[in-house]
């Protein structure tokens, strides 16, 4: 019997009730990594949101899966990237045609005024099409060193030396 909130007593799941739930977070696991290799092969990427400059529709925190696009329109919210090594995902509010190159005006739906450079289709990654919110914090943490340390290599390390145990010293009939 296991004694509960408030008190209340409920026995305790059974190891075939266990067995199912192992086997369902297992299948779980594999669906969602089955689903993002998916993605990822077919040209879509994912990006962590990690300021409030389009909030609410993104939240910081926020996963984004961003699509190849090259039919852009004002309203889309896109990610390009601004300068080496820095991504923004911003809506489009704004398109012009300098010659036969589209440049595109930006604003965080957050900030009052538009981003001061126009970006041009070149450095647009893509269309956004989905976001998780909030789920960006939940990976940040469970690839902290903290979490890694307590969750991954201390057990880790424990089942090895346990392991390594019945090597060094086998049991005794």
């Known amino acids: ?20 739930r192992k086997i369902l977070l297992l299948l779980l696991i594999a669906l969602v990594s ?9 040209n879509y990427n994912f990006y962590l949101v990690t300021t409030g400059s389009m909030e609410p529709a993104i939240p910081q925190g926020t996963i984004v899966i961003v699509e190849s696009k090259d039919d852009l329109s004002v ?3 896109i990610t390009y990237e601004a300068r080496k090594d820095v991504l923004i995902t911003h809506r489009i509010v704004k398109k012009d045609l300098l010659g036969k190159e589209h440049l595109f005006y930006t604003k ?15 450095n647009v990654i893509g269309k956004v099409i989905f976001s998780f919110p909030y789920l960006g914090y939940v990976l940040m943490f469970i690839t902290s060193p903290v979490f ?7 057990p880790s390390g424990y089942a090895l ?3 390594l145990k019945r090597f060094v010293n086998p049991p005794r009939p």
């Open 1 to 20: 019997m296991i004694k509960g909130w408030a008190g209340l007593i409920w026995p305790a799941p059974s190891q075939k009730a266990m067995n199912k």
């Open 34 to 42: 089955i689903i993002a290799g998916f993605l990822m092969f077919k």
């Open 75 to 77: 309203g889309d919210v």
């Open 108 to 122: 965080g739906d957050f900030n009052e005024d538009r981003d001061p450079m126009p970006v041009s289709t070149k």
């Open 148 to 154: 890694l340390l307590f969750f991954f290599y201390v």
């Open 161 to 163: 030396g346990k392991l």
